[in-house]
């Protein structure tokens, strides 16, 4: 099984700031198969980026991932408030398809 | 309006099974694999268990291998989960969730659809 690990756990920034969040493989993902997603509380999860860097469709260009192998970033440009929430990768190349625990974005 | 609409969570005692159903809608349900994903209370988002279009079983989490099953039936636009030898670590909020691919040929894109989620306790 790929264990995903994120970092930071939580990110503390204030509106406009930008923000880096980080999601390291066990061993390297298969076809770049990795995806974020944003999860905010009482709502369903929310897909930003698959395949690492391509953007899901509706998803403005603040939000973009960059990263192959065993390292993958994801950036939001400058933070508004609906962006405060939880951010998961997951890589979905083998099975079974795991997330990592997750950073939450927070307010400063 | 493409849609998920998740069905069968309940209260149940240690042991006992429980068949989650999925109804989509809005879209051709046998073009695309599906997804189940769970979140525990305060816990974070878990894959549990996925299909490819034609019924072909991607895998299980380890934790819930030899005890769940995933179907779908593409005649009635319907995923389910069957889960037996329930624990109360399977207690969770379970996700039906869409892949924006096929799944055939490996071919797999992320969870691009979700549902709201139905809620499954496991008590003693």
């Known amino acids: 099984e790929i264990v995903l690990t994120q970092s930071p756990g939580t990110l503390s920034l204030s509106p406009g700031e930008r923000a880096a969040l980080s999601c390291r493989a066990s061993q390297s993902v298969s076809s770049g198969y990795l995806a974020w997603y944003q999860h905010r509380p009482g709502q369903a999860p929310r897909l930003l980026i698959y395949g690492a860097s391509s953007r899901a469709s509706g998803i403005p260009d603040k939000f973009s991932g960059s990263g192959s192998g065993t390292d993958f970033t994801l950036t939001i440009s400058r933070l508004e408030p609906e962006d405060f929430a939880v951010y998961y990768c997951q890589q979905y190349g083998t099975s079974p398809f795991t997330f990592g625990p997750g950073t939450k974005v927070d307010i400063k | 309006e493409v849609q998920l609409v998740e069905s069968g969570g309940a209260l149940v005692q240690p042991g006992r099974s429980l068949r989650l159903s999925c109804a989509a809608s809005g879209f051709t349900f046998g073009d695309y694999a599906m997804h189940w994903v769970r979140q525990a209370p305060g816990k974070g988002l878990e894959w549990v268990s996925g299909?490819?279009?034609?019924?072909?079983?991607?895998g299980y989490a380890d934790s819930v291998k030899g005890r769940f099953t995933i179907s779908r039936d593409n005649a009635k636009n319907s995923l389910y989960l069957q889960m037996d030898s329930l624990r109360p670590e399977d207690t969770a909020l379970y996700y039906c969730?869409?892949?924006?691919?096929?799944?055939?040929?490996?071919?797999?894109?992320?969870?691009?659809?979700w549902g709201q989620g139905t809620t499954v306790t496991v008590f003693s």
């Open positions: 299909i490819i279009w034609n019924s072909g079983v991607i």
């Open positions: 969730g869409k892949d924006g691919n096929t799944g055939a040929l490996g071919y797999f894109y992320g969870v691009d659809v």
